[in-house]
C-alpha cells in the first residue's frame, strides 16, 4: 500500500494554526484602570489559602525535577510560556532559576525572541516549544496536527508530562495575573540587569512595601529542598498515602507572609479559625462590620463596564484534519502522579467544597471563565456542574419539573452575563474576573478587584481567586489533551445550550473514548470509597484506566511503569520493551516499521498504532487499511 506522507513539520502546524477559529478581539483594557494602584495583595493572596496554596506548590515542585524531561528542559519550556502569557514574576523567577542552573545570560535572553522556536534546530525540541507557544496565549487551540508532531517526537508518557508541565504553569501564570505576585528583591535585581530590553516588565510585580516584600524565591536551593522534602514523605507504593507533605513552611518561606502554619478548622464549614469569626457556629463566618471595613474608598470610580463589555463566547469549530488525535484518553492517565495529586487536591478543595462561596456561585464561575477560555470540555462539565449542584439543594436530588426552566434559562443566560436578568451584580463582578482571566496574557486590573471589594470580603475574594487558578489548569490541561468529555455532561449541555450555538467540537470523541465520571460523580465515589472503608485511587477511579504507581528504583524520576532500565538512573527511554535504548533502535516503537520509514510515511516512531484503533501500523500496512485512519483495520 501507498501511503500518503503527512506533514508534521513546525510550519504546517502553525498554518493549521493560522486557519483556526479566531475569537473576537476583547476591547482594549482602559489606561486608567492599567495605572490604578494594586489593593494589599497581602490579604488577599491566595496563599493565605495554606491547604490550597500547598497543593499549588506541590505541583509546580514536583513537575519541575528531572523526570523524562531533564529540569533545565522544563525551565526553558516554562520561562518561554510565562513570558508569553505575561507573567512578569514567574518570567523573572524563570529565568534565574536557569541562571542558578548555570544557563549562560544570552541563552536565556535568547528564549524571548519572537522567533525563537525557527531557531531551533532541534526536531524533537521544536515540537515541544510549538506546542509552549500554544500554551502560552489563551484561548488555546490543539488541533491534531499539533498532537502529531509530539506523537512523531515523543512517548506518550513524554507528552503527558509536557502537557502537565504547561497547564501548571498556567495556573501558576493566572495566579499572578489575578494577585500580582511581588518579586522577591533577589530576583528582581537579576532581572532588572539582564531582562528589561528582552521585554520584561517589572512593574506590577516590584513590592511596594516591607511587608509585601517576599523572603526568598522558590528557585535554586530553596526549590531543591523542597522536592527533596516532598519526595522523601510520599509512599508511592500506598494507595492510602498517596498525598505527598511539604516537611517545611514553604508557603511562608516563598510569601514572606506570617500565614498561620494550622489550617484549623474546629466547625468544619470550611473556613479556617483566622478567618472565621464564629469558628464553633458552621458557615457563620462573617463577623460584624467586616464587608464594610473592605469597601473600597469614595475616591475610587466605579467599575466601567462598557469598557470591558465584550463578546466571550464563541461556539467550537471542527478543524478538518488528516490525522486523529489516538489515544488521548491515556495523556492524563499517564502524567507523573506526584504532580498530579497536587492539582487534583487543588481542584477538590476548591470546587468540590462550599465554604464563603456557594457550590452554585463557584460552579457559574468556573462555567463564565471556561466560555471565555474556549475549553469546550469544560463547558460542558461547568454547565453540568451548575445542574448537578442546584439538584443536591431537592429533596431526592431530584428538580422539580416546574423549576427546570428557570434553572435551564439561568445556565443559558450566562452565554451573555452582563444582561442576565438572573446575575447579581456582585456575582457580575466576580464574573468579571472569571472572564477577564481567561485569556493570557490577562486582562484583569487592579479595578477588577476594586469592584470586587465592594461586594465580597478579603476570604471570598481569596476564594473567588483560587476558583480561578484551578480553573486556569483545568482548562489547560483539558485543552491540552482535547480530552473527551464524559457522557451525561456532554448530552445534558447539548440539550441546554445547543439551542444556544453551542457545539461540542473535538471533545465529543468515541463512547470508546469517554471517561466514566463527571467531576461531582468522581468525588462521590472517592467519599463513598473512604466511608466504606476502602481505600480511594483518585487518579484511576477519575480516567476510567488504571493508573500506575509512581515507584521509581532508580531514583531517576521516571516511575518504573515507563522505565525501560528501572534500576539504572542514566538510561530510561526503551518504548517497545525489547532492550535496546530508543537513541540505538531503528524501530522505536517496534511495529516492523523502521523510523525513517515511519518518518516519511507520516506514521508515528513512537507509537506501534498511530491511529488508536488497535491494529499495528504493519498489519494496516499488509491488511490495505490506513494506519492513520481509526475508522480503517
Known amino acids: 500500500m501507498q501511503l500518503k506522507p503527512i506533514a508534521h513539520t513546525v510550519s504546517a502546524v502553525a498554518a493549521l494554526l493560522m486557519s483556526t477559529v479566531v475569537f473576537a478581539e476583547a476591547p482594549p483594557v482602559p489606561e486608567v484602570d492599567q495605572a490604578m494602584p494594586l489593593y494589599d495583595r497581602h490579604k488577599i493572596d491566595i496563599s493565605n489559602l495554606r491547604d490550597f496554596y500547598n497543593a499549588l506548590l506541590i505541583s509546580d515542585a514536583m513537575i519541575h525535577a528531572d523526570a523524562m524531561f531533564d529540569a533545565e528542559t522544563k525551565w526553558r519550556l516554562t520561562l518561554r510560556q ?103 528583591q533577589e530576583t528582581l535585581d537579576w532581572a532588572n540587569e539582564n531582562l528589561v530590553d528582552v521585554g520584561w516588565d517589572p512593574s506590577r510585580n516590584a513590592s511596594t512595601s516591607a511587608e509585601e516584600q517576599r523572603a526568598n524565591p522558590f528557585v535554586g536551593d530553596a526549590l531543591t529542598e523542597a522536592v527533596a522534602e516532598i519526595d522523601a514523605a510520599w509512599q508511592r507504593d500506598d494507595l492510602g498515602a498517596v498525598e505527598p507533605t511539604l516537611a517545611s513552611d514553604w508557603v511562608n518561606f516563598v510569601t514572606g507572609y506570617d500565614v498561620p502554619t494550622l489550617t484549623f478548622d474546629g466547625d468544619r464549614d470550611g473556613i479556617e479559625e483566622p478567618f472565621d469569626a464564629f469558628p464553633t457556629a458552621v458557615l457563620d463566618w462573617e463577623g460584624e462590620g467586616l464587608r464594610q471595613l473592605n469597601i473600597p474608598s469614595s475616591d475610587v470610580p466605579p467599575f466601567d463596564v462598557a469598557a470591558y463589555d465584550y463578546t466571550y463566547f464563541e461556539p467550537a469549530k471542527a478543524v478538518a484534519s488528516g490525522v486523529p488525535y489516538s489515544d488521548r484518553q491515556r495523556l492524563d492517565t499517564n502524567w507523573p502522579r506526584q504532580a498530579a495529586i497536587g492539582t487534583l487536591a487543588m481542584d477538590a478543595y476548591i470546587l468540590q467544597a462550599e465554604r464563603t462561596m456557594d457550590f452554585d456561585e463557584i460552579w457559574s464561575l468556573f462555567f463564565v471563565y471556561q466560555l471565555a477560555s474556549g475549553c469546550v470540555h469544560c463547558q460542558a462539565h461547568g454547565a453540568f456542574g451548575i445542574y448537578d449542584y442546584s439538584e443536591d439543594e431537592y429533596f431526592h436530588d431530584e428538580i422539580p419539573d416546574e423549576d427546570l426552566p428557570e434553572l435551564i434559562a439561568y445556565i443559558q443566560s450566562l452565554l451573555d452575563f452582563e444582561r442576565s436578568e438572573f446575575v447579581t451584580p456582585a456575582m457580575k463582578a466576580a464574573m468579571r474576573v472569571a472572564r477577564d482571566s481567561a485569556r493570557l496574557p490577562s486582562r484583569v486590573t487592579a479595578a477588577h478587584i476594586e469592584e470586587l471589594r465592594r461586594y465580597y470580603t478579603d476570604r471570598e475574594i481569596q476564594e473567588i481567586f483560587a476558583v480561578i487558578v484551578v480553573n486556569a489548569w483545568l482548562s489547560g490541561s483539558m485543552q491540552s489533551v482535547a480530552v473527551v468529555t464524559d457522557q451525561i455532561s456532554m448530552a445534558f449541555t447539548q440539550r441546554t445550550l445547543g439551542p444556544k450555538g453551542w457545539k461540542a467540537g473535538a471533545h465529543i470523541g468515541l463512547p470508546s473514548e469517554q471517561r466514566p465520571y463527571h467531576m461531582s460523580q468522581f468525588f462521590d465515589r472517592l467519599f463513598a470509597d473512604m466511608n466504606s472503608g476502602k481505600v480511594p485511587d483518585g487518579a484511576s477511579i477519575w480516567t476510567g484506566i488504571d493508573v500506575p504507581l509512581a515507584i521509581d528504583n532508580d531514583g531517576d524520576g521516571v516511575e518504573n511503569e515507563f522505565d525501560g532500565f528501572p534500576d539504572d538512573p542514566n538510561r530510561w527511554a526503551d518504548t517497545d520493551g525489547d532492550g535496546i535504548e530508543d537513541k540505538l533502535d531503528n524501530d522505536i516503537d517496534g511495529d516492523g516499521l523502521n523510523n525513517s520509514v515511519e518518518l516519511s510515511a507520516g506514521t508515528f516512531p513512537y507509537k506501534a498504532d498511530s491511529d488508536g484503533d488497535g491494529v499495528a501500523d504493519m498489519a494496516e500496512i499488509n491488511d490495505g487499511t490506513d494506519p492513520l485512519d481509526p475508522n480503517t483495520y
Open 82 to 184: 510565562m513570558f508569553l502569557a505575561g507573567s512578569g514574576h514567574h518570567t523573572a523567577r524563570s529565568a534565574y532559576q536557569l541562571s542558578k542552573m548555570g544557563v549562560p545570560v544570552e541563552e536565556i535572553r535568547a528564549i524571548f525572541a519572537a522567533d525563537y522556536v525557527a531557531t531551533l534546530d532541534d526536531a524533537r525540541l521544536k515540537a515541544a516549544f510549538t506546542y509552549i507557544d500554544l500554551m502560552g496565549r489563551y484561548p488555546i487551540m490543539s488541533p491534531p496536527e499539533l498532537h502529531a508532531q509530539l506523537r512523531t517526537n515523543y512517548t506518550d508518557r513524554q507528552i503527558a508530562e509536557l502537557m502537565q508541565l504547561a497547564s501548571i504553569n498556567n495556573a501558576s501564570a493566572t495566579h499572578d495575573a489575578v494577585v500580582p505576585i511581588a518579586t522577591d
